[in-house]
């Protein structure tokens, strides 16, 4: 069974940071993307990074690029989202989702995933 668990949210001011992890176990780590998503209050959900499975390639949303980075450590099944110059437009739940690579499933389809209960971040101005 497909298990992720989100830690690393909190508070935090307007410049600082956090370090979101996604601790995953069920799967085989290495055949599956693992993508960032985060829903803010009365706003749809949004991808905001994703790294492949099959060579570790990364992605980000254009809102996040430069301030946010995206790692896994594969001995420790872990996927982490390293967020620096947070602002409160940042402030929503943040969650990860797993897609098995090799049934076609990918971070650009995140209904075909499986996600964690995601983790909260407020960031104050």
């Known amino acids: 069974e497909v298990q992720l668990v989100e830690s690393g949210g909190g508070l935090v001011q307007t410049g600082g940071s956090l370090r979101l992890s996604c601790a995953a176990s069920g799967f085989t780590f290495d055949d599956a993307a693992i993508g960032w998503f985060r829903q803010a209050p009365g706003k749809e959900r949004e991808g905001v990074s994703c790294?492949?499975?099959?060579?570790?390639?990364?992605t980000y949303t254009d809102s996040v690029k430069g301030r946010f980075t995206i790692s896994k450590d594969a001995a420790k099944n872990t996927v982490y989202l390293q967020m620096n110059s947070l602002n409160p437009d940042a402030t929503a739940v943040y969650y990860c989702?797993?897609?098995?690579?090799?049934?076609?499933?990918?971070?650009?389809?995140?209904?075909?995933?499986?996600w964690g209960q995601g983790t909260q971040v407020t960031v104050s101005s």
């Open positions: 790294i492949l499975g099959s060579d570790g390639s990364t």
């Open positions: 989702a797993v897609f098995i690579e090799y049934l076609g499933k990918a971070c650009s389809d995140p209904e075909s995933g499986h």
